[in-house]
Nanobody, 124 residues
Framework: QVQLVESGGGLVQAGGSLRLSCAASGRTFSSYVMGWFRQAPGKEREFVAAISRGGGSIDYVDSVQGRFTISRDNAKNTVYLQMNSLKPDDTAVYYC?????????????????WGQGTQVTVSS
């Protein structure tokens, strides 16, 4: 498995931006599809975005399309989530996750490794 550590969360006003980072170690980072998920209080963990091993294929949940951008730097073993035009509904703990294989996936149970999460709070 790969070890994942998220950073970059915080408190921001609505309309603001944050950039989350997820640093990976332990296995060959470029072997993994990477995803971002989030979980708000009282809600189930929700898919946010995923990126293929080489970065050529990307998927987003509809609610963040056009506002969030996922990217990865395989030389730095890091995946990013740039979040713009943040809304109070984006408030959640954000997790990065890794899955072996080729296909992007929106299902949390299909990811093998998880970080501890980073809190994002958007005030109105």
């Amino acid at each position: 498995q790969v070890q994942l550590v998220e950073s970059g969360g915080g408190l921001v006003q609505a309309g603001g931006s944050l950039r989350l980072s997820c640093a990976a170690s332990g296995r060959t980072f470029s072997s993994y599809v990477m995803g971002w998920f989030r979980q708000a209080p009282g809600k189930e963990r929700e898919f946010v975005a995923a990126i293929s091993r080489g970065g050529g294929s990307i998927d987003y949940v509809d609610s963040v399309q056009g506002r969030f951008t996922i990217s990865r730097d395989n030389a730095k073993n890091t995946v990013y989530l740039q979040m713009n035009s943040l809304k109070p509904d984006d408030t959640a703990v954000y997790y990065c996750a890794a899955r072996e294989g080729i296909r992007l996936d929106t299902t949390a149970a299909r990811y093998d490794s998880w970080g501890q999460g980073t809190q994002v709070t958007v005030s109105s």
